[in-house]
């Protein structure tokens, strides 16, 4: 092999190198919308349910008068694709709105995770000749509708209530925004407004900052609330930062503890925290260390 050949296939090996490498790092920046074509439209693909069913609606549409069937499809990162719908008839042109039910037994797994749930569904179309198309999008069902679902499903939350402590301790805050996620747990036995307890998973939402720029930002702004506070690094590993407060009263605050950690997860940066409003032995603060590297296997 001349000089030349040799060098042109070099290049290509690397170029293919870097493609299996950036498909296999970054898969969901591979996956892209693809709503349209010359075939169809998606304007909108959303869930309802009724009691005991799901029902998932497609509204879209129709700019080829050949189209003979479609199907729907959920994508997976991890397995085989799930055949949501399928549907074989002549779609006459203009706009349609179909819906569905969905009878695949999974689909009710994403119902009871608390949270915003984004799914990926490609839609397969089918001429009369036998050509199949291809669009995909990404549909986002808000904690909001999910609570609903679940009235309509009889479905329990996951992680509505949690066993950490040999103790229930039940959810009474979620949030769920753009830049961040909040839930917060106390003992069955107290409330929102009257706890001397909670247990808080804080999730961050942001790509660039690491859990110490987190962690900086909150100590500093921490003390900044509370001078006299003090304020401990346990210890700073594999990624995870352990950490610890304590304030004798700050103005109009009673006196209080906590025990944290931090560090980057799925979905952002997490900070996961046991409060007490009242001071934290040294026993106590370390068993509340302990169970809180419990917590993440607890909410999976």
């Not at 060098?7 to 996956?31: A, E, G, Q, T, W």
């Amino acid at each position: 092999m001349d000089r030349s050949l040799r060098k042109s296939y070099y290049k290509l090996l690397i170029s293919i190198f870097c493609i299996l490498l950036f498909s296999f790092c970054f898969p969901d920046m591979v996956r892209k919308k693809k709503t349209e074509n010359d075939w169809f439209k998606i304007e909108k693909i959303f869930y309802k349910t009724e009691s005991k069913k799901i029902e998932i609606f497609l509204k879209g549409t129709v700019k080829n008068p050949f189209i003979v069937g479609l199907e729907g499809f959920e994508l997976n990162e991890n397995s085989s694709d799930i055949l949501l719908f399928q549907q074989e008839k002549v779609f006459p042109i203009g706009s349609v709105l179909l819906k569905f039910r969905v009878e695949v037994p999974e689909n009710k797994d994403w119902i009871r995770k608390i949270g915003t749930t984004r799914k990926w569904i490609r839609i397969a179309l089918k001429n009369d000749n036998g050509q199949i198309t291809h669009l995909q999008t990404e549909v986002s069902i808000h904690e909001s509708d999910k609570k609903q679902f679940r009235r309509d499903l009889s479905l329990d939350a996951e992680g509505e209530s949690i066993r950490l402590d040999g103790r229930e301790w039940k959810l009474v805050s979620d949030v769920d925004r753009m830049d961040q996620a909040l839930l917060q747990y106390v003992p069955k036995s107290e409330s929102l407004l009257f706890w001397n307890e909670m247990l808080s998973i804080h999730i961050y939402k942001v790509r660039a900052s690491s859990p110490f720029e987190i962690y900086s930002l909150l100590e500093s702004g921490k003390k900044k609330e509370c001078p006299n506070i003090l304020w401990n690094l346990e210890s700073e590993k594999s990624g995870k930062i352990s950490y610890s407060w304590e304030n004798s009263g700050c103005g109009k605050q009673p006196v209080s503890s906590q025990v944290s950690k931090l560090y980057r997860g799925e979905f952002g940066i997490y900070n996961i925290r046991y409060d007490r409003r009242n001071k934290i032995s040294s026993d106590d603060k370390k068993r509340w260390s302990e169970l809180l590297d419990l917590m993440p296997s607890k909410l999976d």
